[in-house]
T-cell receptor, first 115, second 114 residues
Framework: DAKTTQPPSMDCAEGRAANLPCNHS???????VYWYRQIHSQGPQYIIH???NNETNEMASLIITEDRKSSTLILPHATLRDTAVYYC????????????????FGKGTKLSVIP | DSGVTQTPKHLITATGQRVTLRCSPR?????VYWYQQSLDQGLQFLIQ???????AKGNILERFSAQQFPDLHSELNLSSLELGDSALYFC?????????????FGPGTRLTVT
């Protein structure tokens, strides 16, 4: 799986959009971008994933550049409960039913939402 | 609440001992994964089971073993414990373990080896 690079920390004012960048310049054509977050030693929580189109769900939006070498996770209206470590993970999906699905976590970005 | 349960929440034991961590996956999920999170190594994948069979191995020590039972719950056995085994151990589950299914993590078991 491709490696990712994320800033170690970011601050965001409560109520503003939080934009978390991730570089994955060695991503291959069939690798997906996943985002998980971990709130203070709780189990990681899935947020969103995508291949090349922008994706949106109830939690966040994922913007992937056209060359797929970087992406941005957007939390539209950050709250104090969004303070967490955010992990950008690039992995290969297997469709045959015979592949594995472990997640390779890096150091992530520690997002602090400030009142 | 992810639907994944782990017991116990906390475990304190001495070096050289053996412990068993238990995980019950979400209803309907067939795959179970174990991860270890320590301060110096971060979150690391240990092992994956799918429908009772081992599917993938990560950085799991030989002193550690796991299994998935017919009712799909899983146990992680840690033996000859060392101080460095102190960590958070997470279990995650997913429906199949391939394709687009995301993993749902349990609350973890905090192991302290003294």
């Amino acid at each position: 799986d491709a490696k990712t690079t994320q800033p170690p920390s970011m601050d965001c004012a409560e109520g503003r959009a939080a934009n978390l960048p991730c570089n994955h310049s060695t991503i291959s054509g069939n690798e997906y971008v996943y985002w998980y977050r971990q709130i203070h030693s709780q189990g990681p929580q899935y947020i969103i994933h995508g291949l090349k189109n922008n994706e949106t769900n109830e939690m966040a939006s994922l913007i992937i550049t056209e060359d797929r070498k970087s992406s941005t996770l957007i939390l539209p209206h950050a709250t104090l409960r969004d303070t967490a470590v955010y992990y950008c993970i690039v992995r290969l999906d297997f469709y045959s039913g015979a592949g594995s699905y472990q997640l390779t976590f890096g150091k992530g970005t520690k997002l602090s939402v400030i009142p | 609440d992810s639907g994944v349960t782990q017991t116990p929440k906390h475990l304190i034991t001495a070096t050289g001992q053996r412990v068993t961590l238990r995980c019950s996956p979400r209803s309907g999920d067939l795959s179970v994964y174990w991860y270890q999170q320590s301060l110096d190594q971060g979150l690391q994948f240990l092992i994956q089971y799918y429908n009772g069979e081992e599917r993938a191995k990560g950085n799991i020590l030989e002193r550690f073993s796991a299994q998935q039972f017919p009712d799909l719950h899983s146990e992680l056995n840690l033996s000859s414990l060392e101080l460095g085994d102190s960590a958070l151990y997470f279990c995650a589950s997913s429906y199949v373990g391939t394709g687009h299914d995301e993993q749902y993590f349990g609350p973890g078991t905090r192991l302290t080896v003294t």
